[in-house]
């Protein structure tokens, strides 16, 4: 493989993780929040909000079914309201990060809801308050799910991110496609496919390591 | 002298015997959501708890135990009636305060409902930083309280690795933690082995001498009422049917519903192959079936020897002699073959003894004997 090539993998791998790292970090900023208020609000939940709650959730379920590409392309005057552009890394962190935000509001309103119900009762007759059983029980004893689904939200990113090269995102997709396959150099498709599964296999067994230490549910032999 | 003062028109003098801890006065709770049949959880409850006591509340599954306890910390808040603990009216305080008075109200429950990602030491200090307590102050009561239940060595585990009894004991310890007055065991021993359940039954037999603490417990199961109640309350459909001193309750126990919860307990249940021949009048030929229930001195007496001098043939059918409250507890059904007139003037002569006799009915002798 040439050093050009070399340079154009280094270059892509590096687009991508910008792209995951940002799109992940502001997902996590808008979709952890989100996600604590579907789990919260319910009708019968902790803090009540049905209607703001059941408005949510529509809203969150239209974006989920929403297919990422025509995400990406309905939203360009949103992006380029943002970041002064539609194409390139920075303008694809926008599309990113509103696809990502939904699935992890999802994942966390998942793990809160699996604590025990039992620690409310618990916590209740404690004489807790919704603020403290918020921070004590529930987002502790959730936090080895949440840090599950915000793995899985990361690996889905690394797919996500290969589809912004339609609007000139860059990233391995990108350099898959125009390199591997429109220019048929197989070495190229070989090699970002390559870096792709490296990828994801860290992102899948350091979120699988963390979960791992912060759940003590169960005895590790 | 209470009448004296109320015609001065002076406040009545504190004669009342030890105040209750608890009183709850016309509980009612219905579930059901909007056009779905509703279920009368409680059905007007007026109970006292005297303080420093242990009252179990007993009564077959959907009576409202857990219901009425969980009313008395407003866990669920009855539709009618008013609960008030240690002098407070909990329904009338707001939400900050009734938080407040929950920290005076332990609570422990069947599946110990502990933080799996805290430690022993971790789940008990939970309890103390809700109540607000100072950093220094949580660590020393943590370990007083876990010498307490005797799980000191235990302090830096995570619940995963204890077994049920071990789980109860951080409940139990987090429970006493911020010095409540009352403690409510929410069917505490049901997830237990009997051994592990007489373990945690003695422990809080020990609290409640040591420290003084009331305790209200729910259960379905006898055994525990006769280990650990001093006070016993019979619920049934949200209504309590019978409630009264536990030793006079398993002596002399009034609603059939005690007597069924009883006669499981004591072993004393008809054999269901003598059950169906029972008759309510004396044929030719039969015995007479009775319960017998009596404590101390007279169950550890020669009542079978008795029978046999007055001319009484007593056949044993079923039966048990426990320890209640320290002293033997015999509950025995005896097939008794004799003339009616003997017959009935020993049942007199062992009532005023203090027996509670019940009478079955009668059997063919020969149907005791196939048995």
């Known amino acids: 493989m040439s050093p050009q090539m070399l340079s154009l993998l280094a270059d892509a791998t590096a687009q991508t993780l910008t792209m995951v790292a940002i799109a992940g970090t502001l997902a996590c900023l808008g979709g952890i929040p989100l996600g604590l208020f579907l789990a919260l609000c319910g009708p019968g939940d902790l803090l009540p909000r049905p209607l703001l709650q059941r408005s949510l959730g529509l809203l969150v379920n239209a974006t989920r079914s929403t297919p990422f590409i025509i995400l990406v392309v309905a939203i360009v005057p949103l992006t380029r309201a943002l970041t002064g552009t539609s194409i390139g890394t920075a303008a694809a962190t926008v599309p990113l990060t509103l696809a990502a935000i939904p699935f992890i509001a999802r994942v966390v309103e998942t793990a809160v809801r699996e604590v025990d119900h039992g620690l409310l009762d618990a916590a209740r007759a404690m004489g807790a308050t919704p603020y403290q059983i918020v921070t004590r029980i529930l987002l502790p004893e959730a936090r080895a799910g949440i840090v599950r689904g915000l793995t899985l939200a990361a690996v889905n990113l690394v797919g996500y991110s290969a589809m912004v090269g339609a609007v000139g995102g860059g990233g391995l997709g990108d350099l898959g496609i125009r390199y591997g396959y429109q220019r048929f150099m197989p070495e190229m498709m070989l090699a970002v496919v390559l870096i792709l599964i490296v990828l994801v296999q860290i992102l899948q067994s350091g979120g699988e390591a963390m979960a791992r230490t912060l759940d003590k549910r169960h005895l590790k032999g | ?371």
């Open chain 2, 1 to 371: 002298m209470a009448i004296a003062s109320a015609v001065a028109g002076s406040p009545v003098p504190a004669l009342t015997p030890p105040a209750d801890m608890i009183r709850l006065e016309g509980l009612r709770k219905i579930f059901g959501a909007k056009g779905k049949p509703q279920v009368t959880a409680l059905d007007g409850i007026d109970l006292a708890v005297p303080a420093g006591s242990i009252t179990a509340i007993i009564g077959p599954s959907g009576a409202g135990k857990s219901s009425l306890l969980r009313a008395v910390n407003l866990l669920e808040r009855p539709d009618a009636g008013t609960v008030t603990v240690g002098g407070t009216d909990l329904t009338a305080l707001d939400e900050a305060s009734l938080r407040r008075a929950r920290q005076s109200i332990g609570m422990i429950f069947q599946h110990f409902n502990l933080l799996a990602n805290r430690t022993v030491s971790g789940n008990v200090a939970l309890a103390l930083e809700l109540a607000g307590w100072q950093k220094a102050r949580i660590a020393p009561r943590v370990t007083e309280l876990l010498a307490l239940v005797g799980l000191s060595d235990k302090a830096d585990q995570y619940p995963a690795a204890l077994s049920g009894g071990q789980k109860q004991r951080v409940g139990i310890a987090r429970a006493l933690a911020p010095q409540p007055q009352l403690l409510l065991c929410d069917e505490a021993t049901s997830a237990l082995d009997p051994e592990t359940t007489r373990q945690i039954l003695a422990l809080i037999r020990q609290i409640n001498q040591q420290l003084g603490l009331t305790v209200l417990l729910i259960t379905h199961e006898m055994s525990v009422v006769r280990e650990v109640a001093d006070h016993v309350v019979v619920l049934e459909a949200g209504r309590i049917v019978e409630q009264g001193d536990v030793t006079r309750i398993f002596t002399h126990p009034h609603h059939p519903t005690t007597r069924h919860f009883l006669s499981g307990e004591t072993g004393t249940q008809l054999p269901e192959r003598l059950a169906v021949h029972v008759s309510p009048v004396a044929r030719a030929g039969d015995v007479r079936l009775v319960r017998l229930h009596a404590l101390g001195a007279i169950a550890a007496g020669p009542i079978l020897g008795r029978l046999a001098e007055a001319g009484i043939g007593a056949g044993l059918v079923a039966g048990r002699v426990q320890p209640l409250k320290g002293q033997p507890f015999t509950a025995l059904v005896l097939a008794l073959d004799g003339s009616e007139n003997t017959i009935n003037n020993m049942v007199t002569r062992l009532r005023a003894d203090g027996c509670d006799i019940e009478e079955l009915g009668y059997v063919a002798a020969d149907a005791v004997a196939a048995g």
